[in-house]
Each structure stands twice: as structure tokens, then as C-alpha cells.
């Protein structure tokens, strides 16, 4: 069983750029900071995209491994976008594997797993927001996860990056490496196939 609590990283092992140990620590502080605000939202979308929370927590913690080896001695600000295009090239990789293995593995029978513990239920969440509204906001919510998996998916990675996670329209095409007008594009198209299933809430 994994958890995103034992995810460690080491900017000594490959630095992006010279540094002293002092910058290093408030670097390592500051990425350490970023990757803990954005690791349960990261965990959803990984989820929601693959379905099962083991490949999900996998594909978060290469993610994250990934983005600080690679992006830590990049300018803050371009962290989210940044972190955001390796995550979804790691669930691309996560669903190209799939098929290969579907190609065989269709023919077995799968057996469901009894689940234990829910490690995203484990990561602190700083917009929880409160127990009253989360057990009035359930129903929805099912409905929501539900109506994203259905969704293709440029248009559930671009609805989550977009409405879930904040960004705006140029960062959220520098993360999925295209045009604004096919992050405008792909919203669009998002909301309205969300909109029928969300109708009672909306």
C-alpha cells in the first residue's frame, strides 16, 4: 500500500541549477510547500482518469518524483501548469499501458478488491469545506465523479484544471501543451455534457 505521506525527493541528487545550502533548504521548503497543497486534488483527477486508487496514488507519486527532479529550479509561478503537464503525460502512459494489457487481460474475469482505507480521505485537504456542506454536497458529487469519468478526456482534463483547479485559460494550455482556443474549445464542450446529469443541482 502506498501513501503520499512517504514521498521523498532530493535536489542534491540531480540539481536543476548551482545553489547554496541555504537556497536549497528554502527551495526544497517552498516545493515541498506546492506539492502538498496540490497532491489530494492531483490524486482525484489521477482517479477519476483511471479509476483505481492504487494506479492513481502510483501515478501522483511518479508525477510529483518527476516534477521536482525535472521543474523545482523553474520560477514558482510556473509550477502549477508545469506539475499539471506531468501528471496527465503519467496517466496518458498510466492508459497506454492499459490497452496493451487489455489486449490480453480482457480475457480474464477481475475480482474485486476489498477496500480498507481510502488514502485520499488520509491527505489533508486546505478547502475542506466542513462537514455539514460535504454531507449536503454528496449526492452532487457522486454525480459530478460520475458524469467526469464519462467524459472524454481532454474535456474532463480541461474541466479540472480549469474549474477545480483555478487556472486560467493560458496556463491551463500550457499545461495540456495546446492552443487557448482548444482549452476554450474543450470547457464548452465539457459543461455542456455535464450540465443534463447536474441539472437538479443547478
Known amino acids: 500500500m502506498h501513501s503520499s505521506a512517504t514521498l521523498r525527493y532530493d535536489l542534491s541528487i540531480d540539481p536543476p541549477a548551482p ?3 541555504v537556497d536549497q533548504r528554502v527551495r526544497l ?7 502538498r497543497q496540490v497532491e489530494r486534488r492531483a490524486l482525484r483527477m489521477a482517479e477519476l482518469a483511471c479509476g483505481q486508487r492504487e494506479d492513481a496514488l502510483d501515478i501522483v507519486q511518479d508525477a510529483m518524483l518527476s516534477f521536482a527532479r525535472r521543474y523545482a529550479g523553474h520560477p514558482q509561478d510556473e509550477w502549477p501548469p508545469l506539475f499539471h503537464r506531468v501528471l496527465d503525460n503519467r496517466i496518458l502512459d498510466h492508459h497506454r ?3 496493451v494489457r487489455g489486449r490480453w487481460l480482457g480475457w480474464l474475469s477481475p475480482r474485486g478488491e476489498d477496500d480498507e482505507t481510502d488514502p485520499l480521505a488520509q491527505v489533508a485537504d486546505h478547502h475542506e469545506p466542513g462537514p455539514l456542506r460535504r454531507m449536503a454536497d454528496e449526492a452532487m458529487l457522486d454525480t459530478l465523479q460520475t458524469a467526469l469519468r464519462a467524459l472524454p478526456h481532454r474535456q474532463r482534463q480541461c474541466f479540472l484544471l480549469r474549474i477545480w483547479e483555478g487556472l486560467d485559460v493560458a496556463d491551463t494550455a500550457r499545461a495540456m501543451d495546446c492552443s487557448e482556443g482548444s482549452v476554450k474549445t474543450h470547457l464548452s464542450r465539457a459543461l455542456a ?3 443534463e446529469p447536474l441539472e437538479p443541482w443547478l
Request: net charge positive.
Open 19 to 21: 545553489m547554496s545550502h
Open 29 to 35: 521548503a517552498a516545493l515541498d510547500a506546492f506539492l
Open 97 to 99: 499501458r492499459q490497452t
Open 193 to 195: 455534457r455535464l450540465r
